[in-house]
């Protein structure tokens, strides 16, 4: 999955933290980064995870924003399918 950030200056702070939950991290952009979670036995498993690890790092860095990228797209069709 892809991670992007709002300040790409803090994309070895989040490469680390994320590191040290026990992700797989690439850089793989300005304030991108692909991460996996190889123990996770599901995608949406690795889903949940990453979006838990990502929201524990902005309470810690609430000046920068980041997001699994797909993820606010996603929710906005499953919420429009059930109106």
């Known amino acids: 999955m892809r991670v992007r ?3 790409k200056s ?3 702070d989040l490469k680390a933290y994320l590191e040290a939950a026990e992700c ?3 850089k793989v952009g300005q304030g991108l980064l692909e ?3 190889p123990r996770a ?3 949406d498993q ?3 995870e990453i979006s ?3 929201r524990t790092w902005q309470a810690m860095n609430p000046q920068v924003g980041a997001r699994v990228e ?3 797209e996603s929710r906005s069709s499953d919420s429009a399918g059930t109106r």
Request: charged residues 25%; negative net charge; aromatic residues 8%.
């Open 5 to 7: 950030l709002s300040d």
């Open 10 to 12: 803090y994309t070895q």
């Open 24 to 26: 797989t991290v690439r």
């Open 35 to 37: 991460v996996s979670i």
């Open 41 to 43: 036995p599901s995608e």
């Open 46 to 48: 690795a889903l949940r």
């Open 52 to 54: 838990l690890y990502l």
């Open 70 to 72: 797909g993820e606010d």
